[in-house]
């Protein structure tokens, strides 16, 4: 096809879904009562990126306050919606897109090379459950105005008031009651365990009659690759780039012996991690654990060392990494696009901005583990999982961070060997489950797994949907 021709064809195509979505006449607005200039703004049935007939799709915003406006996605359920659970979906960063979840691991389409079109996703986690896609801290993917978080702590509130307001709108009020899963990724290791928690703490004022709301009860809480606690995975770096288990040593020794230094020596990144632990909450702690993250992760010293010459998300790719691939980016920045979806500020996948408001506060140096094995010990089902190919946030510091953690099942997990997992009798993943709480590592996949290993990670949401612990198929 000649370039004028994949224009025109393309400028026809756009003017369809133009069409389509002036006829149904859908954006919409939803004015809080609680709030002047707390509501909802949104555009139903775009056409855009779920293409299933039938299934409804709503994206826009949710402005928590005049000037905090987050962006969301939702798609309804491919199948049963009316009874189909309620899925959140956070991507981490700290300030990185949900789109990337969307586009590139679990959503209703994947972006073709052309930039331009879409295909549709057989393994998209809307197949199972209704799916919202969340833009938070404010500044991150289409979020934008005034962003005041500066931890996982100062987020979690946010979003519950987001939430909030979803469920207030009669967009949305069916799902008050629904099951609620809530999953995420990387720095999710830190969202995932906080605003469970918090949610919970809200639940409770609610119960009490303290403050009005609507209770989020969260049944299921999954983290693929989650940055938990960064003790026991920085750690991890050292043990991953000497062994990386079904690739082999990934660093040779004399780099390996320097981490092992920069970790191990008077004022190495060991020391510093503990005495971040140790400052908790007090007024000196967001320097300590600033500068202990700053020695173990910004500098020259054990996570950079760990990855040189690697895509850190996939070592079996180099700084380069092609998969998965970004098309989507130039699709969400298309003016006629984001007209479509009612977004009305451009595309940023992982901006500066709201990362560096989280630096000053040492929030990546602080460990999540206690909060997640409060809710682990709480019977909740959690799945921490990861594929195999990750070095950022890879499965062997996951899985020494989920045997650290305190609860009652924690000697039985450490006393149970992982179990294959297989699919039409191929070995697909490891896993071990111990009650409510399971850990699985996945085969082949990289940071993030639904892109890498599609069929897999749905089977696995498949099962958490279904309330079962892990098994083969």
């Known amino acids: 096809m000649s370039l004028t021709r994949f224009w025109l064809t393309l400028a026809l195509s756009l003017t369809s879904a133009l069409q389509a979505n002036a ?257 908790g909450n007090s007024s000196s702690s967001n320097e300590i654990c600033e500068n202990a993250d700053n020695y173990c992760v910004c500098k020259a010293n054990i996570y950079v060392l760990a990855v040189q010459g690697y895509d850190p998300y996939d070592l079996r790719q180099n700084a380069s990494a092609l998969f998965p691939p970004e098309y989507y980016n130039t699709y969400l920045m298309n003016a006629t696009t984001q007209m479509l979806i009612g977004a009305n500020t451009t595309y940023k996948e992982c901006p500066n901005g709201p990362y560096f408001k989280f630096v000053p506060t040492g929030d990546d140096a602080r460990t999540l583990l206690p909060e997640l094995a409060n809710l682990v010990n709480s019977k909740l089902k959690v799945l921490i999982w990861a594929g195999d190919a990750d070095i950022i946030c890879n499965w062997i510091g996951n899985q020494e961070a989920i045997l650290s953690m305190s609860w009652y099942g924690q000697q039985t997990l450490q006393n149970t060997p992982l179990s294959n997992m297989t699919i039409d009798g191929k070995a697909v993943a490891q896993y071990v489950n111990v009650d409510n709480f399971s850990f699985a590592r996945v085969f082949e996949a990289g940071h993030e797994v639904p892109a890498f290993q599609p069929a897999v990670a749905f089977e696995i949401f498949k099962q958490i949907v279904a309330g079962e612990q892990l098994h083969s198929v």
């Open 23 to 279: 006829a149904a006449g859908t954006y919409q607005n939803f004015q809080s009562s609680s709030q002047q200039g707390v509501g909802l703004r949104y555009v139903t049935d775009s056409g855009v990126c779920e293409t299933t007939p039938g299934v409804h799709q709503v994206s826009g915003y949710v402005d928590i306050q005049p000037s905090m406006n987050m962006w969301f996605w939702f798609f309804e359920a491919r199948n049963n919606p009316d009874t189909a659970p309620f899925t959140l979906w956070f991507n981490g960063g700290p300030g990185c897109s949900s789109m990337i979840g969307l586009f590139q691991e679990n959503g209703p389409c994947t972006v073709n090379p052309d930039s331009a079109t879409t295909t549709i996703n057989p393994y998209s986690w809307n197949t199972l459950s209704n799916v919202i896609y969340i833009d938070q801290p404010i500044g991150t993917g289409f979020s934008y105005g005034q962003d005041t978080v500066n931890s996982t702590w100062t987020a979690a509130p946010q979003v519950w008031k987001a939430i909030q307001i979803l469920f207030e709108s009669g967009e949305f009020s069916q799902y008050q009651s629904r099951e609620i899963i809530l999953g995420t990724e990387s720095y999710g290791g830190h969202y995932g365990p906080e605003f469970v928690t918090y949610f919970d703490q809200q639940n409770a004022l609610i119960q009490s009659g303290a403050i009005q709301g609507v209770p989020i009860v969260v049944s299921a809480l999954m983290i693929n690759n989650g940055w938990i606690d960064p003790l026991i995975q920085n750690k991890a770096y050292i043990d991953f780039a000497t062994d990386a288990p079904g690739y082999g040593q990934i660093q040779p020794n004399s780099t390996l012996q320097q981490m092992s230094n920069y970790y191990y020596q008077t004022g190495g990144c060991l020391d510093q991690q503990q005495a971040c632990y140790a400052a």
